[in-house]
Structures are given as structure tokens and as C-alpha cells.
Nanobody
Framework: VQLQASGGGLVQAGGSLRLSCTAS????????MGWFRQAPGKEREFVAG?????YYADSVKGRFTISRDNAKNAVYLQMNSLKPEDTSVYYC?????????????????WGQGTQVTVSS
């Protein structure tokens, strides 16, 4: 599956952004989708995942919401109450399983990344 992420940008602390990721290729509805992020000098970290359920990293729980629209082959990440520490390149990812996993190596397709910068 090919993935294309968009929606990043510059926002002040406390603001909101909505990331989108569209997919093409094999059946989207059977894929578990995830969002990861990677800051300079840091490892890529799990943010949120969605299959028939959702799962979040503790650092974003209550502030971020992942959702999907299978009719549009799209997954979204609504990010509210953004903090400067949320600044990263955000990646969407897909895996051919119904189980959400939090490790990057568990996903076999990746989008190109979109930059999110939160100013203080």
C-alpha cells in the first residue's frame, strides 16, 4: 500500500492541527493504520494506532484522536492542545494485520512524513 501524509504546519502551543493520510493499493479496510513521529536525534516513536479499536501513546492520550474513513481510504490524526514537545516529523504507516502494535518495525508501509512545529 502507498501512503501520502499531509496537514502538518506551524502552530502555537495550545493550538490544533489535523493530519491526513491517504492510501492506495491493497485493501485499506483490512489494514491497521498507525501514526508515528520522529524528532531530530531521536528514535521514531508510536503516537496512535487504529484497527477495530484505537490505541494511544500515554504522551498524547486525551489530546490526540485517530480516526479512519474506509470509504475514502484515509486515516486522520486530530491533534489538540499541542505542546512544543510535539514538534516532530509525523509519519503514517500501515500493517497487514488487525492488531495495533507500537513498534515501527511492525509496519511494512510508510508515508513520506509531514512536519509539525509547535512554537511556545
Amino acid at each position: 500500500v502507498q501512503l501520502q501524509a499531509s496537514g502538518g504546519g506551524l502552530v502555537q502551543a495550545g493550538g490544533s492541527l489535523r493530519l491526513s493520510c491517504t492510501a492506495s493499493g491493497r485493501s485499506f479496510s483490512s489494514q491497521t493504520m498507525g501514526w508515528f513521529r520522529q524528532a531530530p536525534g531521536k528514535e521514531r516513536e508510536f503516537v496512535a494506532g487504529i484497527s477495530g479499536y484505537t490505541y494511544y501513546a500515554d504522551s498524547v492520550k486525551g489530546r490526540f484522536t485517530i480516526s479512519r474513513d474506509n470509504a475514502k481510504n484515509a486515516v486522520y490524526l486530530q491533534m489538540n492542545s499541542l505542546k512544543p514537545e510535539d514538534t516532530s516529523v509525523y509519519y503514517c504507516a500501515a500493517r497487514g494485520s488487525t492488531v495495533v502494535v507500537t513498534t515501527a518495525r511492525g509496519y511494512d508501509s510508510w508515508g513520506q512524513g509531514t512536519q509539525v512545529t509547535v512554537s511556545s
